[in-house]
């Protein structure tokens, strides 16, 4: 498995930006598609977005589409989740995930064996 480390989470006024980061270790980063989760208090986890090893695919929910963006440094073994325009809805614990689904990445949080601790997001109206 590979070992994930999130971090840039924090508060931040509607309508504002954060950058969050995941970084690996253990395994070779680029053999992994990688994803984006989030769970807010009372509610199921939930797919933000994926992306593929290279970085030429990407997969987002209706949700955030348009205002997030996934992307990775493969030479830093680093995914990153640029999040514009944040609503309080977008309030949440946010995981980075590591699926084997390296072709496609992958939109089903079963597909994912290597999870991250979580770093918070609050968005305050």
């Known amino acids: 498995q590979v070992q994930l480390v999130e971090s840039g989470g924090g508060l931040v006024q509607a309508g504002g930006s954060l950058r969050l980061s995941c970084a690996a270790s253990?395994?070779?980063?680029?053999?992994?598609?990688m994803g984006w989760f989030r769970q807010a208090p009372g509610k199921e986890r939930e797919f933000v977005a994926t992306?593929?090893?290279?970085?030429?695919?990407?997969y987002y929910a209706d949700s955030v589409k348009g205002r997030f963006t996934i992307s990775r440094d493969n030479a830093k073994n680093t995914v990153f989740l640029q999040m514009n325009s944040l609503k309080p809805e977008d309030t949440a614990v946010y995981y980075c995930?590591?699926?084997?689904?390296?072709?496609?990445?992958?939109?089903?949080?079963?597909?994912?064996?290597?999870w991250g601790q979580g770093t918070q997001v609050t968005v305050s109206s």
């Open positions: 995930a590591a699926t084997e689904k390296l072709v496609t990445g992958s939109l089903r949080s079963p597909d994912y064996g290597s």
């Open positions: 992306i593929n090893w290279s970085g030429a695919i990407t």
């Open positions: 253990g395994r070779t980063f680029n053999n992994y598609g």
